[in-house]
């Protein structure tokens, strides 16, 4: 039966999605409920790497600290070929990026599942009931009703919620249950995916230093130093081959050819098809898709579940505008217009990555390690033995973004550096300004009565890393010139940061910050009407 009682958001599924976006709803204080099929964390790992937004993300729902004890450094991602030649390489390394972080983060997945758990139900309004599943949705005008089913006894019960966000992974009974369709993107291979631990150093054990793609036409094979006493291997089935595979006498027989496999314990072996898929649509009226449920690709380069949490980060503020009555219905829309095109771009190259190491014919492998050897053929440009950066991500290209003609930041993630408040207090931005809209000023400025009231409406929070009289505007020192010298770069005057962190727009020259924050409650107005 249905309970008196209606959530603002029911999150379907705890997996990193679900539980990155109870946090994140919780934080801004909604009423929020998460029902989780499993009635405990998935023990094992799937993925092993998570990115500097990501790890922004995560230090915006303050838990960034506590995430940290549970990653490991990682300098390089390496393609070789069967002979042991670098076909292409990838520098990582522990600089700090504009992210205020590094770039790229190895990592155990269930103690940051534990942490992100422990976050979201920290928050007062946040419930979560685990062994409980998603059996049936009805959407009415006003809300949606969820049928549940205890894992315990079978038993069943209701209840309701103004939003429902599916964030229950590839086989997604929301996206089931309110139709929505995927697209295929052709990419689907099964790979016997090997977990380990060992007590001695993974340099002892002969185990590469940095994640390997090992390009062999006769075993495709990736090969992961995980961190601490965790290893991965990846080896792509053959024709012929299936889930015998995971028999502890072959995989020992895979490993072997690799370590002594009895300076190992093996902790699982499960066979899984690297999928390429996107969700048409990712809303149907109330209830939203994301994560897995909304989107998959093989894991190459290390992007699904950075792809789930990038899409609760642009979901829940706008959940959050519609909820508090800031913006209409039609800001959901976005959601996907924004997202779509950045994690099929993502997924492409996982794909392109995907298909340089999936090659298992012989003639083909080795014209395509001729074509890369000689410096032609990798992905952004890492080809034939030179280092480079992993290949950068896309900003996001349309939704609620400036109008057009756009500044060349507007889309991409706003910088994130240290800067000093005037208690003396020094740390990264947005620990110090925390979460919402934040206009960057360079020197704030006098604003038009209708500028200052949206900004006051829209819950925008203004700094100024100049001189200011208006008590509104938060002064802040930028110790490292980090500010300084990135507006000069952009010829910027002022920064228009949405609550995801990406940039929405640029004030510079005869675009002021009157134009841009009309501009930003007007996109605002045109959303919600599309919707
Ligand atoms: C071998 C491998 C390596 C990977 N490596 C990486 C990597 O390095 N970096 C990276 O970013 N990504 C990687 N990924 C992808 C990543 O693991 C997934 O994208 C991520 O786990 C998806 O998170 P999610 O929360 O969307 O879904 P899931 O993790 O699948 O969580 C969904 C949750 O919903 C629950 N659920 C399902 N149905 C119901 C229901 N009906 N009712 C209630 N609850 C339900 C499930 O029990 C589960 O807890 C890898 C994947 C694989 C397989």
Redesign the pocket.
């Known amino acids: 039966m249905a309970s008196g009682e209606i959530f603002d958001v029911v999150v379907?599924?705890?997996?990193?999605?679900?539980?990155?976006l109870a946090n994140l709803l919780g934080r801004d204080g909604h009423r929020t409920l998460v029902?989780?099929?499993?009635p405990q964390?998935?023990t094992l790992?799937?993925?092993?790497?998570?990115?500097h937004e990501?790890m922004r993300i995560f230090q915006s729902i303050r838990l960034a600290e506590r995430i940290l004890p549970h990653t490991g450094p990682v300098e390089g991602y390496e393609f070789k070929n069967a002979e042991g030649k670098l076909l292409m390489g990838f520098e990582l390394g522990e600089t700090l990026t504009s992210q205020g972080w590094q770039a790229d983060y190895?990592f155990h997945?269930p103690s940051l599942?534990a942490v992100l758990r422990e976050g979201a139900t920290a928050h007062r309004k946040v419930e979560v009931q685990l062994g409980?599943?998603?059996?049936r949705l009805e959407q009415e005008l006003d809300g949606v009703t969820l049928g549940?089913r205890s894992a315990e006894d079978g038993r069943q019960t209701s209840v309701r919620a103004r939003f429902v966000v599916?964030?229950?992974?590839?086989?997604?009974?929301?996206r089931e249950q309110v139709g929505l369709e995927t697209e295929d993107l052709e990419f689907d291979e099964p790979?016997l995916?090997v977990d380990a631990t060992t007590s001695r150093p993974v340099e002892e054990l002969g185990f590469p230093r940095v994640p390997l793609q090992h390009c062999d036409p006769r075993r495709p094979t990736t090969a992961?130093p995980v961190m601490g006493p965790y290893l991965?291997w990846?080896f792509m089935l053959l024709p012929g081959e299936g889930p015998e595979m995971q028999e502890p006498a072959r995989v020992r027989a895979l490993v072997s050819e690799w370590v002594d496999p009895d300076a190992i314990e093996i902790i699982r072996s499960?066979v899984?098809r690297?999928h390429a898929l996107i969700g048409r649509r990712w809303r149907a009226g109330r209830v939203l898709i994301?994560?897995?449920?909304?989107h998959?690709?093989p894991?190459f380069?290390?992007?699904?579940?950075?792809?789930?949490?990038r899409?609760a980060d642009n979901l829940a503020w706008k959940l959050g505008m519609v909820l508090d009555g800031r913006a209409g219905e039609g800001l959901l829309d976005s959601y996907q217009r924004e997202r779509g095109p950045h994690v099929r771009s993502v997924i492409g190259i996982a794909v392109e990555m995907g298909r340089i190491i999936c090659t298992q014919d012989p003639e083909i492998a080795k014209a395509r390690d001729a074509q890369m050897l000689s410096g032609a053929g990798g992905v952004a440009g890492a080809s034939g033995g030179t280092p480079a950066s992993m290949p950068a991500l896309p900003g996001l290209s349309e939704g609620l973004l400036e109008p057009a003609p756009r500044h060349p930041l507007t889309g991409e993630l706003a910088l994130q550096a240290t800067v000093r408040d005037g208690q003396g207090r020094e740390g990264l931005l947005d620990d110090l300004a925390g979460p919402g809209f934040t206009l960057l000023w360079r020197e704030a400025t006098s604003l038009s009565d209708r500028a200052r009231a949206t900004l006051e409406r829209l819950h925008v929070r203004q700094i100024t890393f100049g001189s200011t009289v208006d008590p509104k505007v938060l002064r802040l020192d930028d110790p490292t010139h980090a500010y300084g010298a990135w507006l000069d770069r952009h010829g910027a005057d002022a920064v228009l940061v949405r609550p995801d962190h990406a940039v929405f727009g640029v004030a510079s020259g005869a675009r002021d910050v009157d134009f841009l924050v009309n501009a930003l409650a007007s996109g605002l107005a045109a959303e919600a009407d599309a919707g």
């Open positions: 379907v599924g705890f997996g990193p999605t679900g539980a990155t029902v989780e099929r499993a964390i998935y790992p799937r993925a092993v790497h998570f990115d990501v190895m997945q599942e409980q599943e998603l059996v549940l599916g964030c229950d992974g590839a086989s997604s009974a929301t790979w995916v992961i991965r990846e499960a899984y690297f994301a994560g897995d449920a909304a998959q690709m894991p380069l290390g992007q699904g579940m950075c792809a789930g949490i899409d």
